[in-house]
């Protein structure tokens, strides 16, 4: 037995698993949609990759299943406070698709589109390298539709609202152009470990 050096005292959270400044744990998995929640059918999704206007590729559900599967287990942490921990996610990492996209980065940012029209820019360092995938499963189930599904981006190292639910495709910008909230006075990057909430943070 390792001693906890605090008798007495109950295990902080936060000392086992730290979580950014400002957030609380929750158990539930709350629904944050700025709008009406789209119905996409998976024979209907498909997803493309654009360079500015003009589209490279585009992958059907069946496509996006013959990629290779990767799971992560992350903590997510929504701007509105609320943090949920060890989350299970399984998709395919923005790695696979840029590779089989035969691509190479002709910019440094992108914009991720959704169905029901929502946008986020996530510059490319963050999306690669292990640290985003286009999510279509959680906890080992097809994702539910309040949580994004059939599939939705997930950038769980920056503040949720960046891992755009029912994603329809990743657009390479010029500059970092800021998306749907970042419009709205939520932090053109989005940090949790530096809480950058709101524009000026
Ligand atoms: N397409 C789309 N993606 C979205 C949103 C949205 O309104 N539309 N809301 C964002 C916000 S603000 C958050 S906090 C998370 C919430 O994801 P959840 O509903 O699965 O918890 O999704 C993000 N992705
Ligand atoms: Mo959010």
């Not at 589209?55 to 059907?60: E, H, M």
């Not at 609320?82 to 996209?101: H, N």
């Not at 996530?122 to 279509?136: F, N, Q, R, S, Y």
């Not at 495709?169 to 809480?195: A, S």
Request: aromatic share 12%; with cysteine.
């Amino acid at each position: 037995m390792v001693t906890r050096g605090f008798s007495g005292k109950s295990m902080d959270n936060n000392f086992i698993n730290p979580i950014p400044p400002g957030q609380h744990v929750v158990e539930g998995f709350p629904v944050l949609t700025a709008g009406p929640t789209p119905r996409v059918e998976t024979g209907d999704w498909k997803f493309t990759l654009k360079v500015g206007p003009k589209p490279l590729k585009i992958w059907t559900w069946q496509d996006f299943q013959d990629l290779p599967q990767t799971k992560m287990t992350r903590d997510i942490h929504c701007v509105t406070s609320w943090s949920k921990l060890g989350t299970l996610w399984e998709g395919v990492l923005v790695d696979d698709i840029l590779a089989t996209a035969g691509i190479v980065p002709p910019s440094e940012f992108l914009l991720a589109h959704s169905y029901d029209g929502y946008s986020t820019n996530v510059p490319l360092a963050d999306l690669i390298l292990g640290k985003a995938m286009v999510a279509t499963k959680f906890n080992g189930e097809p994702l539910a539709r309040d949580h994004g599904g059939p599939a939705r981006l997930l950038v769980p190292h920056l503040y949720f609202w960046k891992s755009a639910k029912w994603v329809n495709g990743l657009q390479f910008t010029d500059r970092d152009e800021p998306g749907f909230w970042e419009l709205r006075g939520y932090h053109i990057y989005g940090d949790p470990w530096k809480e950058q909430r709101y524009t000026h943070d």
